[in-house]
């Protein structure tokens, strides 16, 4: 156990889930369409965007130990609604299977926020996860 | 000067010095016994003196899967009733290192709370003293 805060939580969260998504989301121009925060203009749909929600990544303090937790928001985006839950849908068995070397990362499901359809006709499917980091 | 943070610190059970991970909370009350004498015939002063001097605490936290090494000794000190040595360190470097050399767990409570995970809490006591470095 450590009380070092994990100061590179960030980098472990957004690989973590990266590269478990990546069998799921297909590809464009050599990356798999799971991105951290934003997508890349012109990226075809379906793809996955997720981000921390709220834009923190918080201390879990206990005696002895530091290790770091955030909720974050698993977006699947679609030119239709069947086929942005059809995505979303591939993405919860991946989530349970987070790993990055040196760390225990673990996703728990909470809740699915509803977003409506935007004017240029995609759709969105969401489910929001509390990942939690700790030290291997 | 400066505040210690609670984070820095552990809490250790056996002779192994098994930390007991996951815990959120560690509080240990010393108690020194006073006893009184007095008031006497033609004297009303009450004097006081010391007795025993005892140690008792508490922990609390939270259980995880696989479970915690030092959370699992908690449970099988209990349930095999055997004694043990707790140490509590207070800061990191330890400024302040609490020694039950033999304490007994006298209760266990956990259980799951649906949003919440599982709980676990648990009291000791010193059973022969207590040393304080």
């Not at chain 1, 998504?21 to 925060?37: E, H, I, K, N």
């Not at chain 1, 937790?69 to 849908?89: E, G, K």
């Not at chain 1, 499901?109 to 409506?116: D, E, M």
């Not at chain 2, 020194?32 to 508490?58: H, L, W, Y």
Request: charged share 15%.
């Amino acid at each position: 156990m450590s009380v070092a805060p994990i100061t590179d939580a960030e980098a472990v969260l957004a690989t973590a889930i990266r590269n478990a998504l990546a069998a799921v989301a297909g590809t464009y121009q050599g990356r798999p369409q799971a991105y951290y925060q934003l997508a890349p203009q012109g990226a075809p749909l379906p793809l996955v965007v997720y981000q921390v929600q709220s834009g923190v990544i918080a201390a879990r303090e206990r005696v002895g130990a530091r290790g770091a937790t955030a909720d974050v928001t698993i977006r699947a985006l679609a030119t239709d609604a069947t086929a942005a839950r059809a995505l979303l849908a591939l993405t919860v068995a991946p989530m349970a299977a987070l790993a990055f070397a040196g760390y225990t990362v673990t996703a728990t499901y909470l809740r699915s926020p509803i977003i409506p359809p935007d004017a240029a006709g995609t759709y969105q499917s969401a489910h929001l996860w509390r990942v939690d980091i700790e030290r291997a | 000067m400066a505040l210690i943070n609670g984070y820095d610190g552990a809490f250790k059970i056996g002779a192994g010095s098994t930390a007991v991970g996951y815990l959120t909370e560690v509080s240990v009350e010393i108690d020194q016994e006073v006893k009184k004498q007095g008031p006497f015939v033609g004297n009303s002063t009450i004097s006081k003196v010391r007795g025993g001097k005892d140690a008792k605490g508490s922990a609390k936290g939270y259980m995880v899967s696989p479970i915690d090494s030092g959370q699992a000794l908690v449970l099988s000190n209990i349930d095999g009733g055997t004694n043990v040595q707790l140490v509590l360190e207070v800061g990191n470097p330890a400024l302040k290192t609490l020694t039950i050399a033999t304490a007994i767990i006298g209760n266990v409570k956990f259980g799951p709370k649906a949003d919440e995970g599982v709980p676990i809490s648990f009291d000791f006591e010193a059973s022969g003293g207590y040393t304080l470095t």
